[in-house]
């Protein structure tokens, strides 16, 4: 059965950075997509960014481009998500997805899901 999980949330001040990962169990992350998705109380889940683990290839919403660099790390076989210049709408719970053929913001494409990593932005 496959597995993500996502680590590495946090509490920063606005500016600051963090460092998501990505692990996958049950499959191994080589040739497809694997995507960030965030959600804020009270709204739908967004897709925030998204990469093709063995090309490499990116994709991001507007809301975080140039903000936030999505990675694969072939050696710890993980997906990073480095977040950086946070903003408190950067706020929220943090999703792992994956495997995808391609990179888009189908939720129906991926077909496993972590249980979300925080991210706190405070004043």
């Known amino acids: 059965e496959m597995h993500v999980a996502e680590s590495g949330g946090g509490l920063v001040q606005p500016g600051g950075r963090l460092r998501l990962t990505c692990t996958a169990s049950?499959?191994?992350?080589?040739?497809?997509?694997v995507a960030w998705f965030r959600q804020v109380p009270g709204k739908g889940r967004e897709g925030v960014a998204c990469?093709?683990?063995?090309?490499?290839?990116?994709l991001y919403s507007d809301s975080v481009k140039g903000r936030f660099t999505a990675s694969s790390d072939k050696a710890k076989k993980t997906v990073d998500l480095e977040l950086t210049n946070l903003k408190p709408e950067d706020a929220g719970t943090y999703y792992c997805?994956?495997?995808?053929?391609?990179?888009?913001?189908?939720?129906?494409?991926?077909?496993?899901w972590g249980q979300g990593t925080e991210v706190a932005v405070y004043v």
């Open positions: 990469i093709s683990y063995s090309e490499e290839s990116t």
């Open positions: 997805a994956a495997p995808a053929n391609i990179c888009s913001w189908d939720e129906s494409h991926f077909g496993a």
């Open positions: 049950g499959f191994t992350f080589d040739n497809y997509a």
